[in-house]
C-alpha cells in the first residue's frame, strides 16, 4: 500500500492543462523530502520526468512542470498531446520507509 | 549512451530462488548507486532495494527483507538481485535503476527495459 496518493486517473482534450496530485504526510513529502515524477509509456519503463521537485531532465518538454508546497506535490501538463497518453507517478523518501512511489495516475487525451 | 539491459527472469516455484543480473553501459558505473523496483502485473511501481556504489550500504524494502539480496560487481559494471524464498506476491516486472541525487534525494533514471519474474506452481 504506497503512501502517496495520487488520482487513478485525469483526463484532458489536446491542448488543455491537467494536473496530478501526490498527496503524502509529515513522514515523506511534508518532513521536506524532494518529489520527483515519471512517465510509463505503454509497455514501456518508466522515464524520469521532473526531478528535485521542478527539475526537468533534458529532453522533456517543458510543457511539464512540478511544484510541492507542504505535504503534496503537483505535475502540470500544458498544452496536452495525444503522446502524452500515460501513466504517472510521483516518487520521494519516507523516513519510515525509504523510497515510496505514488499511487500512479493514467492520462487519457479525450 | 547510458544503458541498463535486465536478464535472469523467468517462471519458478513458490519458495524457489531465482538471481537476476543488469548490465550497465556508457557511463562509469562505479560512481553511482543502482537499484531494483518492480511492478506487479497491471499495478504500480514499488522500490525494492538499492546499493551504494562501494557496495558498503544497502537498504530494502520490508516486503522483501531477509529474502532478498542485493550485489554488484564494479569490474564487470554489473548489478545483481538474489531472490530466495520467492511467493506468489513476488511475481512483477524487475527494473534496475541508477540513482541520482543522493542521501535522502534520489530518483531513478534511466530504467531498463525490465525482466518479469513470475512466481507459480
Known amino acids: 500500500q504506497s503512501v502517496l496518493t495520487q488520482p487513478p486517473s485525469v483526463s484532458g482534450a489536446p491542448g488543455q492543462r491537467v494536473t496530478i496530485s501526490c498527496t503524502g504526510s509529515?513522514?515523506?513529502?511534508?518532513?521536506?523530502?524532494?518529489v520527483h515524477w515519471y512517465q510509463q509509456l505503454p509497455g514501456t519503463a518508466p522515464k524520469l520526468l521532473i526531478y528535485?521537485?521542478?527539475n526537468r531532465p533534458s529532453g522533456v518538454p517543458d510543457r511539464f512542470s512540478g511544484s510541492k508546497s507542504g505535504t503534496s506535490a503537483s505535475l502540470a501538463i500544458t498544452g496536452l498531446q495525444a503522446e502524452d497518453e500515460a501513466d504517472y507517478y510521483c516518487q520521494s523518501y519516507d523516513s519510515s520507509l525509504s523510497e515510496v512511489f505514488g499511487t500512479g495516475t493514467k492520462v487519457t487525451v479525450l | 549512451q547510458v544503458q541498463l539491459v535486465e536478464s535472469g527472469g523467468g517462471l519458478v516455484k513458490p519458495g524457489g530462488s531465482l538471481r537476476l543480473s543488469c548490465a550497465a553501459s556508457?557511463?562509469?558505473?562505479?560512481?553511482?548507486?543502482m537499484s531494483w523496483i518492480r511492478q506487479a502485473p497491471g499495478k504500480g511501481l514499488e522500490w525494492v532495494s538499492y546499493i551504494s556504489s562501494s557496495s558498503s550500504y544497502t537498504n530494502y524494502a520490508d516486503s522483501v527483507k531477509g529474502r532478498f539480496t542485493i550485489s554488484r560487481d564494479n569490474a564487470k559494471n554489473s548489478l545483481y538481485l538474489q531472490m530466495n524464498s520467492l511467493r506468489a506476491e513476488d511475481t512483477a516486472v524487475y527494473y534496475c535503476?541508477?540513482?541520482?541525487?543522493?542521501?535522502?534525494?534520489?530518483?531513478?533514471?534511466?530504467w531498463g527495459q525490465g525482466t518479469l519474474v513470475t512466481v507459480s506452481s
Open positions: 528535485g521537485n521542478s
Open positions: 556508457g557511463f562509469t558505473f562505479s560512481d553511482y548507486y
Open positions: 509529515s513522514s515523506n513529502i511534508g518532513a521536506g523530502y524532494d
Open positions: 535503476a541508477r540513482v541520482g541525487g543522493g542521501v535522502t534525494v534520489n530518483w531513478f533514471d534511466p
